[in-house]
């Protein structure tokens, strides 16, 4: 006999929570498991991808009785759901219509950190948070308003595939240049994320002017970048030497964009949770910049170990030197490149997540009387144990405190100070905001 595994988010687009739980599912031992997945609202992109593994993908419609249907049709034991981590009704009315027809067990991934004050909360059995940064988050706000489930939340990392994503070999750099329209021997500079203003630091802008100016073979890649500052960017005199790809959930083509760049920029308003893309570039070789954010979960200083992966840079003039400087020294990015692929190997591996996640769900099972007939025997991989969250609590403030020039993290600039044009940004991401909103409604 197989568990019967439901996987839930609320849409399967291209954000990083749902690329996991693609990874998750594609990842878990199916000899003992049969998994299925269920976007609440719709499905996007990463349904195909699911579907084209073998894994069915279903659509609630934004109607949570139709998950607890299905629950109750393909006799589904353990759902895990994927979600920001708030009180939210719908998730509410999604774990009472599942627990209704059947379900026995409940997993949360928690995106963001965030505490639910709601009573489902009590229903859930295991909460996994994606980074040790994302559980500090949740442990401070837990313990400001007296949470009382603690013991319930661990740390399971979000899994990164290293076999689609490694150092790519001379002619393999060679070809993703020439397939991009890139110049074989440019300093090719690369950012990737969602088109969302929400999460947009105008940093990596205000540091382009000085790079191209300091870096004459330096091009720069976006894949992509809100319709607000894909519009400035055209304006600038160095417009011509960027390049704006549009989103993409084909694992593929992002290697192949990855494999032709030789220094990953990142900046995010809100920090990371986990910070996919900063992984996936450094499974492929290839040193990070980053800004450190301590009002959002930080993750992105988790995985960038300053001097060594990466250089964390927080401010335009730092980050803009700190480029310029790996530009100039390739040795440099070499020794970063293969420190990041080792400890992607070492940490985030697709393979050795989805094993832990197997030995949680059967522990979760065998708690509620359910044993599989089945000779496998589980792995003994172990997660983020809590003496590594405890160590890590107090790593974190050095790490706050580790930059390039030594400066602190700041909040968002904006590249142009003036108050009419503060007002006039703050108007177009206020508007863009709405429409991404409405966006995902509907």
């Not at 209704?100 to 505490?115: D, H, I, K, L, Q």
């Not at 900063?278 to 450190?292: L, R």
Request: charged share 25%; proline share 5%; net charge positive.
């Amino acid at each position: 006999m197989k568990a019967q595994i439901l996987l839930l988010a609320n849409n399967l687009g291209i954000g990083g929570s749902e690329r996991s739980l693609q990874l998750y599912a594609t990842h878990l031992d199916r000899r003992l498991f049969d998994v299925r997945v269920c976007g609440i609202f719709q499905e996007g992109s990463r349904g195909i991808l699911l579907r084209h593994n073998g894994i069915p993908v279903h659509s609630a419609l934004g109607d949570p009785d139709a998950v607890g249907r299905l629950v109750e049709k393909h006799q589904v034991q353990l759902i895990h759901l994927f979600r920001s981590g708030y009180y939210e009704p719908h998730w509410d009315r999604v774990i009472h219509a599942c627990l209704g027809r059947g379900a026995r067990s409940v997993v949360e991934t928690n995106v963001f950190g965030f505490v639910d004050k709601g009573s489902s909360d009590s229903f859930i059995d295991l909460h996994l948070h994606p980074s040790k940064s994302s559980y500090l988050r949740f442990y401070r706000e837990a313990m400001a308003c007296r949470y009382p489930r603690l013991n319930r939340h661990h740390v399971l990392y979000y899994p990164v595939d290293p076999l689609t994503f490694h150092p790519p070999s001379g002619e393999s750099r060679q070809r993703a240049r020439a397939q991009l329209g890139l110049g074989q021997g440019a300093c090719i500079l690369l950012h990737v994320a969602r088109p969302d203003v929400r999460r947009w630091s105008d940093l990596l802008l205000e540091a382009l002017p000085a790079i191209f100016r300091l870096v004459p073979e330096a091009q720069m890649v976006f894949m992509t970048l809100p319709d607000s500052r894909r519009r400035w960017l055209q304006k600038q005199p160095f417009a011509d030497r960027c390049l704006v790809l549009p989103t993409t959930a084909d694992d593929l083509r992002l290697a192949e964009v990855y494999a032709a760049s030789d220094i990953f920029l990142h900046a995010a308003r809100k920090g990371e949770s986990f910070g996919l893309a900063i992984a996936e570039a450094m499974a492929s070789g290839i040193p990070v910049v980053t800004a450190s954010a301590p009002w959002g979960p930080n993750a992105q200083i988790e995985l960038v170990d300053h001097l060594e992966t990466g250089i964390v840079a927080n401010t335009p003039e730092a980050f803009s030197d700190a480029v310029v400087h790996l530009a100039h020294h390739p040795d440099e990015r070499r020794r970063m490149g293969l420190a990041g692929r080792q400890k992607v190997e070492r940490l985030y591996g697709a393979p050795r997540q989805g094993r832990i996640l197997t030995r949680c769900y059967l522990e979760l099972l065998a708690q509620k009387g359910i044993e599989l007939d089945s000779p496998l025997q589980p792995s003994t991989e172990a997660g983020v144990s809590m003496e590594e969250l405890v160590a890590y609590g107090q790593e974190y403030q050095k790490r706050l405190a580790a930059s390039w020039d030594g400066a602190g993290p700041a909040r968002q600039r904006i590249f142009d100070r003036s108050f009419f044009s503060r007002a006039r940004w703050f108007l177009l991401d206020a508007c863009e905001t709405m429409w991404i909103r409405w966006k995902e409604k509907n």
